[in-house]
């Protein structure tokens, strides 16, 4: 069982900067690659960013690539999502989720993500 608790959000002009973390729980949480997601009102669940297990390979979506940074330090079970460069379209909500699976891959659907926080808003003003 691994829990995740998020913190960092709120409220940023676009241009602006924000610094997103996950805590996990769970000593089996740093065997996993982990993931962000953000969910707009009225839109599905679309992803953000990951990083792999031992934190080697990220990947990103194309929205956020060149602007966010993830990265994560499994001696203290935390991942974070360093957002620059804000625009408005970035508004929502944010989640942080662990694969399913251990391994190699990072993989970028949400159904392969099975623990999830409660999320955290992040909403870049115009």
């Known amino acids: 069982q691994v829990q995740l608790v998020e913190s960092g959000g709120g409220l940023v002009q676009a241009g602006g900067s924000l610094r997103l973390s996950c805590a996990a729980s769970?000593?089996?949480?740093?065997?996993?690659?982990m993931g962000w997601f953000r969910q707009a009102p009225g839109k599905e669940r679309v992803f953000v960013a990951a990083?792999?297990?031992?934190?080697?390979?990220?990947f990103y979506a194309d929205s956020v690539k060149g602007r966010f940074t993830i990265s994560r330090d499994n001696a203290k079970n935390t991942v974070s999502l360093q957002m620059n460069s804000l625009k408005s379209e970035d508004t929502g909500v944010y989640y942080c989720?662990?694969?399913?699976?251990?391994?190699?891959?990072?993989?970028?659907?949400?159904?392969?993500?099975?623990?999830w926080g409660q999320g955290t808003q992040v909403t870049v003003s115009s």
């Open positions: 990083i792999s297990w031992h934190g080697g390979s990220t």
């Open positions: 989720a662990t694969q399913r699976t251990t391994g190699w891959a990072i993989l970028t659907n949400h159904l392969d993500y099975n623990y």
């Open positions: 769970g000593s089996t949480a740093s065997r996993y690659a």
